[in-house]
């Protein structure tokens, strides 16, 4: 009997491989992935760009009080009363009146009408908002429609667009009814603008099915491969295929991804939630017109402007004690909103009791389609930030809190009876997903700019390491 050998138990070692599937479709998924990238990430580079160089608006001067005890002079009647207002223009009590289709003021004291006064203070507004009174003036003109210059996400209509001679093409867009800046802009931030809201935003494709279809194909494509390629990274590690020798395309195409891509997958990512659970804001009821002109024996002391109102079909007057800030053209949803006392309501002879902003809010919001739920709290909104940014336009505005599933909150102008915005529990949860994320305001504390080089930097080098990508593919088809 011969000998054996002796039996090992030891059983060799799987040797770990990486799946060629997942390796051909990060390749084939290339082309899709890079034109996102290239698309998405150039125009997120120019962002903090266009941010930088956009023209920063300046702070009204605090418009002075309306002369204690004044006996105005009614403004002629109208048939249908759109908006009245009256305040102080070029140093004398003036009415601001919108009725039967056109804008026209007239001077408080005497009655008489105050010819061309709406294009002055359209030019006062703009010289006070762009900080310059001595350029002059090479266009001033009524603007009733969105187009290119002055695009639908400005909402306020109709404003006048004031055209400074100047070299660098500044632009201001006024809303003379609420003394309020819609746009600042220039010959820089009109290019850059154009650009990034016809490849970023796709503004061209409209708001329908196909614009969502062709983002979400894009990016997602972008989010998968980059997925795909740190699992790539993960098998080839563990199976020892990655080596130092391979080709100088491969390592960098290779280390850039391991560096930055995990901001690609946030960027994208977040990009994909904001297109998909951003709510539009429901339609804006049109604004009923004022039932009429509210008596106004005086004016009551302290008040820079009344303006009248309906109150369940009653006319009165919305007092105005504090200006308009201009705001902050940037201001997100990591900032707090600040909440200013309510403000008062005059019947003409006396003040109406406490308790009426609140029954003026309710009505508001409830007309622009509010939930039927007990009201929880009415605050006064003076100027952006937080949920209200900016790009609502309106203030001062009303915050209607109600108690009812998911919080929802809906910003209401007292001045003019218009919607603004609603927010709920959803909202505030993607917006903060859309600040912290694809902004990267958790980077606040450094301060604006080095957070927006900071992410400038990194979807710069995404689209660097993509571009690797692309030539490795291109050396390998060859």
Not at 245 to 254: C, D, F, I, Y
Not at 469 to 478: P, Y
């Amino acid at each position: 009997m011969s000998a054996r050998e002796p039996i090992s138990m030891v059983a060799p070692a799987r040797q770990r491989t990486v799946p060629a599937w997942l390796t051909r479709w990060h390749r084939w998924l290339a082309w899709p992935a890079f034109i996102a990238v290239l698309l998405w990430g150039a125009t997120g580079v120019m962002h903090p760009v266009m941010s930088a160089l956009t023209p920063s608006p300046a702070r009204l001067a605090p418009p002075p009080a309306l002369p204690a005890d004044l006996q105005p002079v009614p403004p002629p009647a109208v048939k249908t009363l759109a908006a009245l207002r009256l305040t102080m223009l070029d140093g004398r009590p003036a009415w601001r009146q919108h009725g039967d289709g056109q804008v026209r003021w007239f001077d408080a004291a005497s009655g008489g009408e105050i010819a061309g006064a709406d294009q002055r203070e359209a030019e006062r507004l703009a010289r006070g908002f762009a900080g310059d009174a001595v350029s002059p003036i090479a266009r001033i003109e009524s603007v009733t429609r969105f187009g290119p210059d002055y695009l639908p996400m400005n909402k306020l209509l109709p404003v006048w667009r004031v055209d400074f001679a100047r070299e660098d093409g500044l632009t201001a867009f006024v809303d003379t009814d609420g003394g309020r800046l819609a746009a600042l802009t220039n010959d820089s931030k009109r290019v850059l603008s154009t650009i990034f809201v016809f490849v970023h935003s796709w503004a061209w494709a409209g708001d329908g099915v196909a614009k969502q279809a062709g983002i979400s194909l894009l990016v997602g494509t972008a989010f998968v491969t980059l997925l795909g390629g740190f699992t790539l990274y993960a098998l080839r590690w563990r199976a020892g295929t990655l080596r130092a020798n391979q080709p100088t395309g491969r390592r960098v195409h290779r280390t850039l991804a391991l560096l930055v891509g995990a901001a690609g997958l946030l960027l994208t990512g977040s990009g994909l939630i904001h297109l998909w659970f951003s709510r539009p804001n429901p339609p804006a009821p049109a604004i009923a017109a004022l039932p009429a002109i509210p008596a106004l024996a005086s004016v009551p002391e302290g008040v820079t402007a009344l303006v009248a109102v309906s109150l369940s079909g009653a006319p009165a007057w919305l007092a105005a004690a504090a200006p308009l800030p201009a705001g902050g053209e940037h201001a997100h949803h990591h900032d707090h909103a600040a909440m200013s006392a309510l403000p008062r309501y005059h019947d003409g002879r006396a003040w109406l009791p406490e308790g009426t902003a609140e029954a003026h809010a309710g009505q508001l919001a409830r007309a622009a389609g509010a939930p039927d739920a007990p009201i929880a709290k009415v605050s006064l909104v003076s100027e952006f930030g937080g949920e209200y940014g900016f790009f609502q336009k309106r203030l001062p505005v009303y915050r209607v809190d109600f108690a009812a599933p998911g919080h929802p909150a809906w910003y209401v102008e007292p001045a003019t009876g218009a919607f603004s915005t609603r927010v709920e529990d959803a909202d505030r949860n993607e917006g903060y997903v859309f600040a912290t994320l694809h902004k990267w305001h958790w980077l606040d504390g450094l301060g604006k700019t080095p957070r927006d080089l900071i992410l400038a930097s990194f979807a710069a080098a995404n689209v660097a390491a993509a571009v690797a990508g692309i030539l490795l593919w291109r050396r390998r088809r060859r």
